[in-house]
């Protein structure tokens, strides 16, 4: 790409918080679903590291094992999230975080509950701190599945937007940093884009097909079609970026 990159810095991920119209494009799926629809994604038969033992799975030390960081709140919260992330020796920013939250359906950024708790581990078969890192390796391979990181990418909307119908622009962008900023060569100047547009959030409309435009529209914007009916914010976005004169 030969545009000029204003500011290349890519947005600060959520700390903490994974653990962080006169054109419309719709996508499979993208319009008209329940609030929690989360939990549809389709996932994969779990794979990954031999247990660290030979004992099989038990769903007593697995709830045992909710219990060093939910205590008496029956849920682990912020603080106790942080302990896990120590523990299993992953930073509550890491995009592991949101892979392993995605596994356990949660539905609230920075808890897991009870139920959520046991029904991910159980697929997982992770009793212990112990068999969850013997599965990190497997749990950051499943980001290179392109179907599987769709469904991920998908269930981050829900899981990032709390009550509110759209993402507010920080969050919004926030997200984006953690799931495309390394994948995607578009994604600082997108950012640029989205810090002076008049956008304060985005819809799941687009949150959708942003993840569709950096797939199929290559670097230097070549192939975009303006009648393709993609959100006007990505119309927009094209134009924007259109009109700065080339290095």
């Known amino acids: 790409m030969d545009k000029v990159v204003r500011n290349t810095q890519l947005a600060k991920p959520i700390k903490g918080s994974v653990m962080p119209v006169k054109k419309k494009r719709k996508l499979p799926d993208a319009e008209d679903e329940p609030r929690c629809k989360i939990t549809n994604f389709t996932r994969p038969p779990i794979r990954g590291a031999r247990p660290t033992s030979d004992k099989l799975f038990s769903g007593k030390k697995c709830l045992a094992w909710f219990h ?5 709140d ?19 920013e890491n995009i592991i975080m949101l892979v ?11 808890f897991f509950t ?15 701190t112990e ?34 119908r759209s993402l507010d622009m920080d969050t919004a962008k926030s997200m984006l940093a953690l799931l495309l900023g390394r994948s995607w060569p578009l ?6 884009f989205l810090e002076q547009s008049k956008y304060k959030g985005m819809n799941k409309d687009q949150w959708y097909n942003v993840l569709e435009f950096s797939r199929t529209i290559k670097t230097d914007l070549s192939n975009y079609d303006e009648d393709g009916a993609w959100p006007v ?6 134009e924007w970026q259109k009109a700065w004169p080339t290095s």
Request: aromatic share 14%; hydrophobic share 40%; with cysteine.
């Open 68 to 72: 060093e960081y939910a205590g008496a």
């Open 74 to 92: 029956k849920v682990v919260g912020p603080e106790a999230m942080e302990k896990f992330c120590e523990d299993i020796g992953v930073e509550p």
């Open 100 to 110: 392993i939250a995605w596994h356990l359906e949660a539905a609230n950024m920075g």
């Open 114 to 128: 009870k139920d959520e708790w046991l029904r991910g581990m159980t697929l997982l078969q992770c009793d212990c």
């Open 131 to 164: 068999r969850l890192q013997s599965k990190l390796d497997y749990l950051r391979s499943e980001l290179n599945d392109s179907v599987v990181f769709k469904n991920i990418y998908r269930y981050a909307f829900d899981f990032s937007r709390k009550d509110q």
């Open 187 to 192: 994604f600082p100047v997108f950012q640029q």
């Open 233 to 238: 914010l990505l119309d927009e976005f094209v």
